[in-house]
């Protein structure tokens, strides 16, 4: 069980203060019972007969008369033996008491105590689910260590707010500096193609640059989609049904699957979850192209969405070469491809499985990957559920 800290903090206040009462009862037990020993030795001490009972005769005289001492010590041991009794039933009731009022107490001085530290908490939580970096604490308490804390959250919110503005500034100048080059290659090539005084020559050497150039264009876009999607999704927190985004993506993949003639499987069940359509789109995309480029000729590619264990399963598998267990965590690596050359561009550029996964952690997810007996791998993405929606009384009508 997990104990939080004001819990801690008020059972620590109650075990020191009984700890201390029971101590105080001890000690005052051993008083007390010193003071009733010294009496008894006193008694043990005096005469066989004491004159310790006074008699008011006829006369009115009043007559002390002698009791024998062995009534008078078992009188004394009945009166210690109820004074002690008592004596501690009332301490301890007293102890009781105020190791309740000593608990209610610490609770609520706990609380007070560690209200600035919730306060770092929650705000700290609402970030973290809420994506909003530009939430601050502005802990305006006393100067303490709570608020050296709040203060110094604060400034990491501030610097990675900064830091994101910036990466996504770069990705965007990045994203046209780098595209725009290789559109004006590509139109040059192309017209240089169309020129009726073209070489054969001419014509092979243009058609080499194009394709140096396509893979080029799909490396860039893999990078910056991997440097899109490497970060936790901030403003596009949305709910998404993982089944049509699977299936919106089957449908286009339709054309490259007939091309090897690959036959696309679908059991897409219900998937609600939460994140950026089109980071999602790109994922289940990846995902899809990777199962077929990476696939026999006439192989199978199945793709299934459903609700597993509270979460949101996206599973594509496919045909293909037996993939070494040893080898999975490597094909999720940047530039990574099994048994392939890094100048081929028939497969894609190594960056499809680096994005899903850049992807599925910026979304709070998860990917594994499971070779098959027959060849082949299963990837399957794990998201959260969506939140359920909240219903008001206007939703209900009249």
């Known amino acids: 069980m997990k104990l939080s800290v004001r819990l801690r903090l008020t059972l ?5 203060f009984f700890i201390a009462g029971l101590l105080v009862l001890g000690v005052s037990f051993l008083i007390v019972r010193g ?11 005096a005469p066989e007969f004491l004159p310790s009972h006074a008699v008011l005769e006829p006369s009115g005289k009043v007559v002390l008369v002698k009791v024998s001492k062995r009534d008078v010590l078992n009188a004394q041991q009945n009166y210690e033996q109820a004074t002690m009794t008592r004596f501690l039933l009332q301490a301890g009731l007293v102890v009781v008491l105020l190791g309740a009022l000593a608990t209610i107490a610490g609770w609520v001085v706990s609380g007070r105590v560690l209200k600035p530290l919730y306060q ?4 700290a939580r609402r970030v973290a689910h809420g994506h909003n970096l530009a939430e601050r604490i502005a802990y305006a308490g006393s100067n303490h260590d709570v608020k ?5 959250f604060d400034l990491m919110l501030a610097r990675l707010a900064h830091a994101f503005d910036v990466q996504q500034r770069f990705i965007a100048n990045a994203s046209h500096e780098l595209r725009t080059p290789l559109a004006i290659n590509r139109t ?4 240089a193609l169309r020129r009726p005084d073209a070489t054969p020559d001419a014509q092979r050497l243009g058609e080499s640059l194009l394709v140096v150039n396509t893979r080029h264009e799909r490396l860039i876009d893999g990078l910056l989609a991997l440097a899109e999607s490497d970060r936790p999704v901030l ?3 949305q709910p998404v049904d993982l089944s049509e985004v699977a299936s919106h993506v089957v449908d286009h993949a339709g054309e490259e699957a007939d091309a090897k003639s690959i036959v696309l499987h679908q059991a897409l069940a219900p998937a609600p979850s939460k994140g950026d359509p089109v980071l999602l789109e790109r994922l289940a995309q990846n995902l899809v192209e990777n199962a077929i480029r990476h696939n026999f000729q006439g192989g199978e590619v199945w793709v299934t969405t459903r609700l597993s264990d509270g979460e949101a399963e996206l599973s594509v598998a496919n045909s293909g070469p037996v993939v070494p267990a040893y080898d999975l965590e490597t094909i999720f690596e940047p530039f990574r491809r099994l048994r392939a050359d890094r100048v081929r561009s028939d497969r ?3 960056l499809g499985l680096s994005i899903v996964r ?15 007996e027959e060849g082949g791998l299963t990837v399957t993405v794990r998201l959260k559920l969506a939140p359920a929606p909240v219903l008001r009384e206007d939703d209900f009508g009249d």
């Open 12 to 16: 620590l206040y109650s075990g020191i």
């Open 35 to 45: 003071i009733l020993d010294d009496t008894r030795l006193r008694l043990q001490a």
């Open 120 to 123: 770092v908490t929650d705000t």
């Open 148 to 152: 050296d804390l709040a203060d110094t």
């Open 188 to 191: 040059l090539v192309d017209v």
């Open 235 to 237: 403003e596009r927190h």
């Open 348 to 350: 894609g550029t190594g």
């Open 358 to 372: 850049a992807t599925a952690r910026a979304h709070g997810g998860t990917v594994v990957a499971e070779p098959r």
